[in-house]
Nanobody, 122 residues
Framework: VQLQASGGGLVQAGGSLRLSCAAS????????VAWLRQAPGKEREFVAA????????YYDDSVKGRFTISRDNANNAVYLQMNNLNLEDTAVYYC????????????????WGQGTQVTVSS
């Protein structure tokens, strides 16, 4: 599966952005898809994930209640709605896919998109 992330940009603290991950491949619904992010000088970290059917979602504690992950298998897309953004959310955001997991580890993902920059200003 091939992935392409988009939707990043510059936003003020407290604002919102919606990221999109477009996927190719007829078996997209088999894959758990996640968003991970990497801030300058830091390790890539898990943000949120959604199972193939969309029946289960997972969030890092730092984004729980502010971010919502969703998917549209008919259109091979996954979304990340980000609300109440803060300075610590500044990072390059990547979408990634796996069949196996583990869900919360960057090492669990086999397919990666190219990343989209999110910058939150004060």
């Amino acid at each position: 599966v091939q992935l392409q992330a988009s939707g990043g940009g510059l936003v003020q603290a407290g604002g919102s952005l919606r990221l999109s991950c477009a996927a190719s491949g007829r078996t997209f619904s088999r894959y758990l898809v996640a968003w991970l992010r990497q801030a300058p000088g830091k390790e890539r970290e898990f943000v949120a994930a959604i199972t193939g059917t969309g029946g289960s979602t997972y969030y890092d504690d730092s984004v729980k209640g502010r971010f919502t992950i969703s998917r549209d298998n008919a259109n091979n897309a996954v979304y990340l709605q980000m609300n109440n953004l803060n300075l610590e959310d500044t990072a390059v955001y990547y979408c990634a896919a796996t069949i196996r997991g583990p869900v919360r580890s960057k090492n669990g993902y086999d397919y990666w998109g190219q990343g989209t920059q999110v910058t939150v200003s004060s």
